[in-house]
């Protein structure tokens, strides 16, 4: 288990140092260079020239991203021009709003598809099955901005139960403050990831039900109930893990989606202005840390995995 | 919603999608006729639904303004937000005077052709790349790979945007840019693929009457991963016309008065506490019915690719 997880942390270590070269590169590819695409439009050469400077843009490319890399890890990610703040400090003070938020969905995609799941793949072919997956493929296709705006028109318009906009507290946890502001933006990120665990599931629980020990657990007269909830749950979730790992980027540009429909506070939202603001250090900083918590997900999702189905790590030792 | 390409993916996970009782690899297609596919791809109910909802939206985009002819250049403030019916406008205007209908179809006209370029150019690129990997020595393959893991750990919708901000965005511009934040997916599936091939017997004979690497991965390998290639192509269209209409959605996609279905959302949605529901369920719903189509499609397919395997 320890060897298997030092590999997968070495793995996660490469993807990112891959993952800053891209965004180093993307930084030197903005529209007049770094200096002028960062300073904006109306900055005279004296404060091109300075910038340059003072952020090394005159050195090799190997030395400035090694110098890039070093202010990185230093936490240093870069000053907004636009809002005059440190881009670490502006996520600071969002990240943990777009965490509640995805966080919140995927475990209400989890619980939801994983039930949904279980229930079409016990009555496969009925009724029930049949509704779900209509639904789940419905969901699986509209856009996250079209459920959101479905949202607002009838559970905020037609049945005022929930508010159209969400929470708008300042501090890192403001959010919670308002908790029903927070019921639809977690619904509308939530469906897309609600269709597609359920679609897993059943299919995974489907193998699992006609595989040999579950047959060899009715015979030995084990209840329905419990063959599903030890055996059959329990190995259909290992790959459901993993799934939700995958979700993780998913979840983010979702939230994107979602944090602009329903003005939310986070990341997302913040993002988004930056990119319409064309405020480069923002969004570059943004583009980082999402990926940095997409490669944390998966290796947290392949943990949770070999938790739960141990023959993982040593199908992975021998491969 | 999610991209579908990119969950669907992972080699060692099978498919997100439904797969029933008996899951295989969803990089393990085997064959030599496109006909056999096309038969059993003709056998799948929801595949020709898929099909015959693709062309009507296709026919609705290119065809349709033959026969509904509309302005969408010009705007007309004295026929704003008219009600279906009105005036002639069977689908009604927006705020700018558009007919909602002639615009749905122009829109349509720019999703398709970039969506399906961007997924093609996709695999293009990703079945080189992947062929490339499978062929190459290990530490070419893992680097390709690992390539392949971080672009795979980027959420395409922010690379998408931010790159968006960098050039000025057009059909051109927008389809290279969602190709080539697609084709990892497709490599990886082609790299399983090229593994495979790689250790069989009709390889080794080519090899050893003197075929080089690039004639083995052209003639041999690419013919041999089509089923898996146009499989993965296919949920790369569904995703390309979600990432688009995201985008429009967004603002940051091309500008008015150029017409896209995100952007007409995005307009309805300023006007929902108006009632104006004309601005919104057209749009949605075809974006919707575009997507699943090419969805219903793609399962299609894969049931096709992965049936023809079973009965080898």
């Excluded at chain 1, 005279?44 to 400035?64: I, K, S």
């Excluded at chain 1, 139960?161 to 929470?167: L, M, R």
């Excluded at chain 2, 020709?48 to 403030?77: K, S």
């Excluded at chain 2, 931010?162 to 511009?173: G, N, Q």
Aim: one cysteine or more.
């Amino acid at each position: 288990m320890g060897a298997y997880l030092i590999r997968r942390c070495m793995q996660g270590v490469l993807v990112v140092f891959i993952v800053t070269v891209l965004v180093f590169c993307l930084l030197h590819a903005l529209p007049g260079g770094p200096a002028r695409a960062i300073l904006g439009e109306k900055a005279n050469a004296t404060e091109v020239a300075a910038f340059a400077r003072a952020n090394n843009l005159g050195r090799p490319l190997p030395v400035q991203y090694l110098l890039w890399v070093g202010q990185l890890l230093r936490g240093n990610l870069g000053h907004s021009y636009n809002q005059n703040q440190s881009v670490m400090a502006l996520i600071v003070q969002r990240l943990p709003k777009t965490l509640i938020l995805t966080t919140l969905a995927l475990l209400l995609s989890l619980v939801l598809g994983i039930s949904l799941g279980m229930l079409q793949a016990v009555r496969r072919n009925g009724v029930i099955d049949g509704v779900t997956s209509v639904l789940s493929l419905a969901g699986y296709s509209a856009p996250t901005f079209l459920t959101g705006i479905l949202g607002i028109w009838l559970l905020a318009i037609h049945w005022r139960i929930v508010p159209a906009q969400a929470p708008q507290g300042t501090s890192a946890l403001g959010v919670l403050e308002d908790p029903r502001g927070l019921i639809l933006p977690v619904l509308v990120l939530g469906v897309g990831a609600t269709a597609a665990f359920s679609r897993y599931m059943r299919s995974s629980a489907i193998e699992n039900l006609v595989q040999d020990y579950v047959r060899v657990a009715r015979a030995k007269g084990v209840s329905s109930g419990r063959i599903l909830r030890a055996h059959v749950a329990r190995n259909a979730l290992g790959p459901i893990a993993t799934q939700a790992g995958l979700f993780m980027p998913v979840l983010f540009a979702g939230a994107v989606i979602t944090e602009s429909v329903f003005n939310y506070p986070g990341m997302g939202l913040l993002f988004w202005n930056a990119a319409l603001s064309r405020d480069y250090p923002t969004e570059v900083g943004v583009v980082l840390v999402v990926a940095i918590a997409t490669v944390i997900g998966s290796l947290l999702a392949d943990v949770v995995y070999a938790v739960l189905d141990p023959r993982i790590v040593y199908v992975a030792r021998r491969s | 919603m999610p991209p579908i390409a990119k969950v669907a993916a992972e080699g060692h996970v099978p498919v997100t999608r439904e797969v029933e009782s008996e899951a295989s690899p969803y990089g393990a297609a085997i064959g030599k006729s496109p006909a056999g596919l096309i038969v059993r791809f003709a056998e799948n109910k929801l595949g020709l639904v898929g099909v015959a909802l693709f062309v009507g939206v296709v026919l609705f985009a290119f065809v349709g303004p033959l026969l509904y002819h509309t302005d969408q250049i010009h705007t007309n403030f004295d026929q704003v937000d008219l009600p279906p019916g009105a005036a002639g406008h069977l689908l009604g205007t927006d705020q700018s005077g558009y007919d909602v209908l002639g615009r749905l179809m122009a829109g349509g006209q720019t999703s398709l052709i970039v969506s399906v370029a961007a997924a093609f150019l996709a695999a293009v690129g990703g079945s080189l790349v992947g062929a490339a990997a499978g062929f190459s020595a290990s530490v070419v393959d893992s680097v390709l790979m690992r390539l392949v893991d971080a672009f795979m750990s980027i959420p395409q919708l922010f690379v998408v945007i931010v790159v968006a901000t960098i050039v000025v965005p057009s059909r051109a511009s927008l389809m290279i840019i969602i190709a080539s934040m697609s084709w990892f997916t497709t490599a990886r599936l082609v790299r399983g693929e090229a593994l495979r091939i790689r250790e069989l017997e009709y390889v080794e004979a080519a090899r050893s009457v003197g075929s080089g690497r690039p004639r083995i991965v052209i003639r041999h390998v690419l013919p041999n991963a089509v089923g898996v290639i146009v499989v993965s192509t296919t949920f790369q269209v569904a995703d390309a016309i979600l990432i688009l209409a995201s985008l429009d959605f967004l603002g940051l996609g091309i500008p008015s008065p150029s017409a896209s279905w995100g952007g007409m959302l995005s307009t309805g949605l300023q006007y929902i506490y108006d009632g104006y529901w004309w601005l919104i369920f057209p749009a949605g719903g075809i974006i919707m019915v575009a997507v699943m189509a090419v969805n219903f499609i793609g399962d299609g397919l894969r049931d096709a690719v992965e049936t023809r395997l079973r009965e080898r």
